[in-house]
Each structure stands twice: as structure tokens, then as C-alpha cells.
């Protein structure tokens, strides 16, 4: 029964470009994040590629796109949020639940805010939810190392240990 989902929060065009003061970190959290996608993959659990939408970064627009060097395809659901819980006044709950999902692994970006926002959202809607470590990322690497002291999480290798063992959900 499938019951562990990937959220990938926020890996967008906007935030790889050259401004981008921490932008190696996002670099290194990506090549985790990719990683986690093809162990969901080769699951066959569902991954979400969520999508931050504002006035600076209107839906549709170039800087809203998910960046190209996610390893994303059209089975992966996607959704747009206009805060910072990917929860908050989207369909994000009720997709998990007609998909039997109990528990989330969260990555992506920014630390503090939005994932952090949505790892708390999945545990007030009853889910379990773990961060991924070196799958997260922050303009500042003190705000992607408070978030994990906060959360609870699992390494890649952890995620790839429980895969291998048979278990299809996130302990």
C-alpha cells in the first residue's frame, strides 16, 4: 500500500540565478532532492512538485517555472501555493489522502519558511512528515540548520535503507 509521498517545495528558476548569495547550497541540496525523486520513483510513490506563486513571481511566469534541473515528469502532481504551508487553501491534503498517503518526506526550499511552514502543516493534519536532510536550503546556511534542529528527519541514505528493506513508508 503506498503511504509516503516526496514534496519538492519551491525549486524554482527564481532562485538559481547568479544574485543568489547561498546559491551552492541550493546547488548541493538539489543533487539530494533529485536523488529522493528517483527513490519515490522506482517506489512508485507520488512525488508533488509545489510551486510558489506571488506578485514578484506570478503563476505561469519564467521565475514561477520549476528549474530545469529537477527530474520531474508529467505523472509528478503539481500545484501552486500562495503561502508559505503548501496546505494553506490548496488541494494538497485531499490529493494525499485519495493517494493513501500517511507520510511525507519534505524538501525543497527556503528552510525557515516554506518548508518548515509545511513540514508543521502535514503534522496538524495528522500526517507524518520528516525533512529531508541535504535536501533543504536557505539564503542563510544558520536558517537551514535551525529548521532541521526543529524537525524531525531522514537522510537519503536512511530513505534508500528503508526502500531497501521493503518498507514503503518514511519511519
Known amino acids: 500500500m503506498v503511504n509516503s509521498a516526496l514534496l ?10 547568479p544574485e543568489n548569495p547561498n546559491l551552492s547550497a541550493f546547488e548541493t541540496a538539489l543533487r539530494v532532492i533529485n536523488e529522493a525523486i528517483g527513490l519515490f520513483r522506482n ?21 514561477w517555472m520549476v528549474y530545469r534541473g529537477v527530474i520531474s515528469t508529467d505523472s509528478d502532481f503539481r500545484l501552486s501555493k ?3 504551508d503548501a496546505f ?18 519534505v524538501c525543497g ?19 507524518k512528515a520528516q525533512v529531508l536532510e541535504g ?15 526543529l524537525c524531525e528527519h531522514v537522510s537519503i541514505s536512511g530513505l534508500a535503507q528503508l526502500f531497501a528493506n521493503g518498507e514503503s513508508g518514511a519511519r
Open 109 to 127: 526550499f527556503l528552510s525557515e519558511y516554506c518548508v518548515l511552514s509545511t513540514y508543521r502543516g502535514g503534522i496538524q493534519r495528522s500526517f
Open 82 to 84: 500562495s503561502f508559505l
Open 8 to 17: 519538492v517545495l519551491d525549486v524554482q528558476n527564481d532562485i538559481f540565478v
Open 135 to 149: 535536501g533543504i536550503a536557505s539564503l542563510s546556511d544558520d536558517m537551514t540548520e535551525f529548521t532541521l534542529r
Open 43 to 63: 517506489e512508485g510513490l507520488p512525488i508533488a512538485l509545489v510551486q510558489h506563486a506571488s506578485s514578484k513571481k506570478p503563476e505561469g511566469s519564467y521565475s
Open 88 to 105: 494553506w487553501q490548496t488541494e494538497l491534503d485531499s490529493q494525499l489522502r485519495s493517494s493513501a498517503v500517511r507520510d511525507l518526506i
